[in-house]
């Protein structure tokens, strides 16, 4: 791979960060400018040309983009946001549940038949992205809703191993969907969503597909560890040491 197609592939992986985000540290940048910046990248790294960057323009895709803002502005206005992430919360380990289905699937993937590889590969996509979401979702309901203090026993330096584990699994489960619809797009799939084929108009490409498609794998292996890990240490706590931690990881009851 060159070193344009390296640059190219850090620039897409942070513009779509940026972009799901909503800002990047130290920079007073919103959406729209992060995804300017992340053009300007692309053309002063000469993965674009300027001809190149004017033809890759999809004026459908800006209206859509355009609609799509006026609707997220309604529903930030009467409170769905809000909603969203008290719900996330509320379920607070259905993206858990979600990792291990995608990620089973993942496991199963050379082992699909043939004639049925690409209708699974499709799924896979649209639950990792389901799961993207919802930790998105979650993410910016532990904003709005701190989780509860830990135990009053525990040691300090438990804490900041289990406030390092959380952390390193939440990187983990935002960019390994990141480095998954790279390697789905650059592979020339579309992505069946039922009722609508998004198709990227993206030709094959294997220089690009082959190492993400490693790097997705390798980072979803770290991430099943932590989750166990994560699992684990969640079970000592409750079966051996009594201490409650476990509880304090599940949703409140209804009503409380």
């Known amino acids: 791979m060159t070193f344009t197609g390296i640059a190219a592939l850090i620039i897409?992986?942070?513009?779509?960060?940026?972009?799901?985000?909503?800002?990047?540290?130290?920079?007073?940048?919103?959406?729209?400018?992060?995804?300017?910046?992340?053009?300007?990248?692309?053309?002063?790294?000469?993965?674009?040309?300027?001809?190149?960057?004017?033809?890759?323009?999809?004026?459908?895709?800006?209206?859509?983009?355009?609609?799509?803002?006026?609707?997220?502005?309604?529903?930030?206005?009467?409170?769905?946001?809000?909603?969203?992430?008290g719900l996330a919360i509320e379920h607070a380990h259905a993206p858990f549940v979600l990792l291990v289905v995608v990620g089973t699937l993942g496991l199963l993937h050379d082992s699909w038949p043939r004639h049925s590889q690409a209708f699974w590969i499709n799924i896979h996509a649209l639950l990792g992205l389901a799961l993207w979401i919802l930790l998105i979702l979650r993410f910016l309901g532990r904003i709005r809703f701190p989780p509860p203090p830990p135990a009053a026993d525990l040691s300090i330096a438990m804490r900041r191993l289990a406030r390092i584990v959380h952390l390193a699994l939440y990187a983990l489960l935002f960019i390994i969907p990141i480095f998954g619809i790279v390697t789905f797009i650059w592979h020339g799939r579309s992505l069946d969503l039922g009722m609508l084929q998004l198709n990227f108009g993206v030709a094959k490409n294997s220089a690009i597909f082959e190492p993400t498609e490693d790097i997705h794998g390798y980072l979803a292996y770290g991430a099943f560890g932590l989750a166990s890990v994560h699992a684990i240490a969640a079970s000592w706590h409750h079966f051996v040491k009594h201490d409650g931690v476990l509880r304090r990881m599940l949703p409140p009851p209804r009503g409380k």
Do not use: C, Q
């Open 12 to 85: 897409l992986v942070l513009t779509y960060g940026g972009v799901a985000v909503g800002r990047i540290p130290g920079l007073r940048l919103d959406r729209a400018g992060i995804a300017f910046l992340g053009g300007a990248a692309m053309i002063a790294t000469g993965a674009l040309s300027m001809d190149e960057a004017y033809r890759a323009i999809d004026w459908n895709t800006i209206t859509l983009l355009l609609g799509m803002m006026i609707v997220v502005a309604h529903l930030k206005v009467s409170g769905a946001f809000r909603a969203l992430g």
